[in-house]
């Protein structure tokens, strides 16, 4: 089958990417260039452009050009890069993840596997729907299969899976992913989740909003959920706001939106969410941990009789991205192709031989949506 023009123009820029020719920083050739050089169109060439700043791999910046954001390679936290790995025929690696949408996991899937595949190895996949049991089982199951090492995205909740801890404690090739388990000594690849809701919280601030609530699921032991909320508290502190800890709204809506066995309780949340907001009626934004967050609130303040973000604003972690203009929801932008890429070498380090622990913290980007403003200021009569 024929390789579409502009995916053989994306493929191209990629593997310069990924084999170092181009670097984070470097600006990408512009569509003229681009199309002059493989003989297509402009919109041909804008396309291939248009794909790999929707999966994060280059930003499109209006009247400077492209330039490379995705970065396989860091040398103060990645391991050495002039490391080689000695791989066998037929080496397998298995992925364990509770789930993936378009908004966060798809394209570290697709990292995960394409870095896999420039080692040879054959990535099996299990996905554990956030139930332990499911977890347990897709580890066996692969483990089983005679997969050579695992990369795990431990579910939420504060009961640990044995089978983990026992394959650490055998120094089995493991690698965490998203998140670490507290007590855990296993390496982990996952964002700077306190600096990344710092970031988030003061960007609200500097757009004037004084009353900033923060919408998460009850804490039940996950260090991704516990790592957000700090960055929210160590924004007030740093920025020295007063924080009402009434302003943080625990509401279990994104995990039963999409359980249709839930449905009045996720109704029950809906509910719960909107008496919040009128309740408080000085809060005039919102810090999200989920993207599902974000959605949910756009419906509850729409049903208010409110709008965003004329009335509030809403920033949330990650968020689909659109093929042209600026995404619906303002987020922070996990670097998911990176995470995926240093977790696969991490692991490959692990399976040949040199078993280190570490947990590396990646750095993200706040991308400006459609759902924050600055807070309007009362007329004066």
């Known amino acids: 089958m024929n390789v579409p023009l502009y995916k053989q123009i994306y493929e191209t820029i990629l593997q310069k990417i990924?084999?170092?020719?181009?670097?984070?920083?470097?600006?990408?050739?512009s569509e003229k260039e681009l199309a002059d050089e493989f003989q297509v169109s402009r919109i041909t060439s804008k396309k291939a452009l248009d794909l790999l700043a929707q999966e994060q791999i280059i930003e499109r910046v209006q009247g400077k050009g492209s330039?490379?954001?995705?970065s396989v390679e860091e040398p103060d936290n990645m391991l050495n890069s002039n490391q080689t790995f000695n791989t066998k025929k037929g080496l397998k690696i298995g992925l364990v993840i509770p789930s993936f949408a378009s908004s966060y996991g798809m394209a570290l899937v697709q990292s995960i596997e394409y870095s896999g595949?420039?080692?040879?190895?054959?990535?099996?996949?299990?996905?554990?729907?956030?139930?332990?049991?499911?977890?347990?089982?897709?580890?066996?199951?692969?483990?089983?299969a005679g997969v050579d090492g695992l990369i795990v995205i431990p579910i939420h909740g504060e009961h640990y899976n044995p089978k983990i801890l026992e394959l650490?404690?055998?120094?089995?090739?493991?690698?965490?992913?998203?998140?670490y388990l507290r007590g855990i000594q296993a390496s982990a690849v996952l964002t700077d989740n306190v600096r990344a809701s710092k970031e988030a919280t003061e960007y609200l601030m500097s757009l004037g909003h004084e009353h900033i609530a923060y919408i998460t699921p009850a804490y039940d032991g996950t260090t991704a959920l516990e790592d957000r909320l700090k960055g929210y508290q160590l924004a007030h502190n740093e920025q020295h706001k007063q924080l009402n800890p009434d302003f943080i709204f625990t509401?279990?809506?994104?995990?039963?939106?999409?359980?249709?066995?839930r449905k009045l309780e996720f109704e029950l949340e809906i509910e719960n969410m909107r008496n919040f907001i009128l309740n408080y009626p000085e809060i005039t934004a919102f810090v999200a941990c989920r993207h599902a967050f974000a959605k949910i609130l756009l419906y509850v303040i729409q049903s208010i009789g409110k709008t965003v973000p004329q009335d509030y604003s809403i920033i949330c972690f990650d968020s689909p991205h659109p093929i042209i203009g600026k995404p619906l929801i303002t987020h922070i932008s996990q670097r998911e192709n990176e995470m995926g890429a240093r977790a696969v070498k991490r692991l490959m380090s692990q399976i040949n031989g040199e078993y280190t622990i570490e947990t590396e913290l990646l750095n993200f980007k706040l991308i400006?949506?459609?759902?924050?403003?600055?807070?309007?200021?009362?007329?004066?009569n």
């Open 251 to 261: 509401n279990y809506g994104s995990d039963f939106a999409f359980n249709k066995q």
């Open 117 to 144: 595949s420039k080692y040879g190895v054959n990535l099996l996949m299990k996905i554990t729907r956030e139930k332990i049991e499911e977890e347990e089982n897709a580890i066996e199951e692969l483990l089983d």
């Open 368 to 380: 400006e949506g459609l759902s924050t403003a600055p807070i309007k200021t009362p007329v004066k």
């Open 18 to 29: 990924q084999i170092g020719e181009l670097i984070q920083g470097d600006k990408i050739p």
């Open 168 to 179: 650490v404690l055998k120094k089995f090739p493991i690698v965490l992913v998203d998140r």
């Open 67 to 70: 330039f490379v954001i995705y």
